[in-house]
């Protein structure tokens, strides 16, 4: 099947508008088109290629490169990155100038207020994606602790992701 290469690109256009709070936030999105709408990537490629960007060094936005490539090699890559990256950043560039000049406005810091639950609410739809991939009890009770943890404690994040690590490497999640 050839890919529809506007398509996926105009897609990813849309994406990068709606990522309000990073890439990641639209990755329920991005599987439901790389998947089940298009049948570029199976459910274990769209997982592990974010697993894998978010293990590289780098920004987070590299997993939908990965994508790109499981789907369609470079051009896939190239096609879907920048279709993420560049309405957000010319967007964002546009709006920290217009919102610095008037950071004490009524306006602006009640938008900046109003957008706090709207991105807690995509991190939360993004985790349940992803731990819907990952099968048994323990990788949830694991994800649950960690986010309470992190809610109620000053726990820094790199000592849970170390507890996670070695409770991955030990085979018990």
């Known amino acids: 099947m050839p890919i ?7 897609h990813f256009l849309l994406f990068s508008l709606l990522s309000i709070g990073g890439a990641i936030t639209v990755a329920p999105e991005m599987q439901r088109l790389l998947v089940d709408q298009m049948g570029l990537l199976s459910p274990e490629q769209f997982s592990a290629s974010i697993a894998i ?12 490169a990965v994508m790109g490539y499981q789907a369609a090699g470079l051009a896939g890559a190239a096609t879907t990155l920048l279709g ?3 309405p957000s950043t010319t967007l964002a560039l546009a709006a920290a100038r217009w919102g610095h000049a008037r950071r004490q406005t ?3 810091r ?9 991105v807690i609410g995509l991190m939360f739809a993004t985790t349940w994606v992803l731990g819907s991939a990952t099968p048994g009890w323990a990788a949830h009770l694991l994800t649950l602790a960690s986010a309470l943890l992190l809610w109620r404690t000053r726990m820094h994040l790199v000592l849970l992701v170390a507890a ?9 999640v």
Do not use: D, E, R, Y
């Open 53 to 64: 960007a978010q293990a590289s060094p780098g920004p987070n936005v590299l997993f939908v």
């Open 110 to 118: 009640a938008f900046k207020a109003g957008m706090a639950p709207i």
């Open 84 to 86: 993420v990256m560049l």
């Open 106 to 108: 009524p306006a602006v």
């Open 4 to 10: 529809p290469w506007l398509s996926l690109f105009g």
């Open 164 to 172: 996670g690590a070695a409770l991955g490497a030990l085979g018990w």
